[in-house]
């Protein structure tokens, strides 16, 4: 994708084939820059502070964290330790998960003096897979798109949180079909949920649409059931954090209660994902995908831009106030009206992914 007219992704190798380079995503929309990651402490603390997130662009961060750690020191116990810190970083993104355990299978049998080429080697192809990947969850969307009827001169889609480029390596998970619309001619308009407490929607996928010039309008994220009772919703699109076998979504706060107000107004709810963030191993997400409990300040305190053009953090909550921020929440599958992946759209079950997916059986 492009900013100001010149083509990013958000994660990238430095010239001097070491240093990883990411957007700085907790300065956006307001500030544009770039970091260096130049060892894996810098890799996991970007992952934390959410300098980098999105379930995809988490799982490349932590490659490329792994291959720094090897850039450092490639011995057995440094990989180790590397997984492990990586791992710890954030509990609920699938992705995570699976790129560390993909560099670490790939990288044990390996002799220390070849772990640090093969190790970047790896994480560049996992950006690079993730890139494809997303590309075609946007044709498959693209193509229900194309079959949606508008009530209006135009589609209106409703999203929660940011899939975007932002939160992958680029043209994003959700957003991606919604991209491949518009520069197909097809007229589109966006209805963006703030997303509360962090305001991923206002401040980035606002961000990101704008600068690829996708009409779309910001709302407070208790807006959204009101315009689709009013007819002013075709269809709306999320990302995923973690799938599970049979069906359940786990995404950003607040996604169950847009998908109860699509459900309740006959609302196509669809959610984009790839295959990395599907976690084969459970079925049922409400008691067993783990749900990060954020700080207390993302509730309590807001940032922002003054009128002078400062950045300034401000508490909009009372003293002593508690404040309580759990991150995600679950979706159960019979909410969802297709999950749209790189393979093609299944149905929200075990029976649809592994129609996708059959190579999975084996793990029924």
């Known amino acids: 994708m492009k900013v100001d007219g010149k083509p990013y992704r958000t994660i990238w190798l430095a010239s001097d084939g070491k240093t990883v ?3 700085d995503q907790t300065l956006l929309p307001h500030a544009f820059v770039v970091r260096d990651l130049q060892n894996v402490a810098n890799a996991t603390n970007a992952i934390k502070t959410m300098v ?13 964290g792994m291959a720094l750690a090897m850039a450092e020191d490639p011995s057995d116990a440094a990989l180790a330790g590397a997984h492990k810190l990586l791992l710890d970083s954030r509990p609920t993104a699938v992705n995570l998960r699976w790129a560390l355990d993909d560099l670490r299978a790939l990288l044990q049998p390996l002799p220390p003096a070849k772990r640090r080429e093969a190790a970047y080697k790896r994480a ?16 498959n969307g693209l193509g229900l ?11 209106n889609a409703l999203t929660h949180c940011n899939a975007g480029w932002l939160a992958t390596v680029d043209w ?4 991606s079909p919604i991209y491949q619309a518009h520069n197909a001619g097809i007229p589109i308009h966006v209805w963006v949920d703030e997303t509360r407490p962090r305001n991923q929607g206002a401040s980035l996928t606002a961000w990101e649409l704008g600068k690829h010039g996708v009409p779309h309008t910001v709302i407070a994220d208790n807006a959204g059931g009101h315009l689709m009772q009013h007819g002013q919703v075709d269809f709306c699109i999320v990302g995923s954090d973690r799938t599970t076998r049979s069906g359940d979504v786990c995404n950003k706060i607040g996604t169950y209660l847009k998908a109860l107000a699509a459900h309740d107004n006959g609302v196509p ?5 790839p295959y990395p963030t599907i976690d084969w191993t459970i079925s049922d997400g409400v008691a067993e995908i783990p749900i990060e409990e954020r700080s207390a300040r993302e509730v309590s305190h807001m940032t922002g831009r003054t009128g002078t053009g400062e950045i300034a953090t401000v508490q909009i909550l009372p003293d002593g106030s508690a404040a309580a921020n759990p991150g995600f929440d679950v979706t159960p599958a019979r909410l969802v009206s297709g ?6 759209v299944a149905a929200a079950s075990e029976a649809g992914l592994l129609a996708l997916y059959p190579e999975q059986a084996r793990a029924a």
């Open 124 to 139: 560049a192809e996992i950006c690079d897979e993730d890139v494809e990947i997303c590309r075609r969850i946007g044709e």
């Open 172 to 175: 994003g998970t959700a957003l």
């Open 339 to 344: 999950l749209i992946t790189e393979r093609g």
């Open 145 to 155: 798109i194309r079959k949606l009827k508008p009530r209006g001169d135009r589609i």
């Open 21 to 23: 380079q990411v957007i």
């Open 269 to 273: 709810f669809y959610v984009g994902l």
């Open 52 to 64: 980098v997130r999105g379930a995809p662009l988490i799982g490349a961060a932590a490659a490329y």
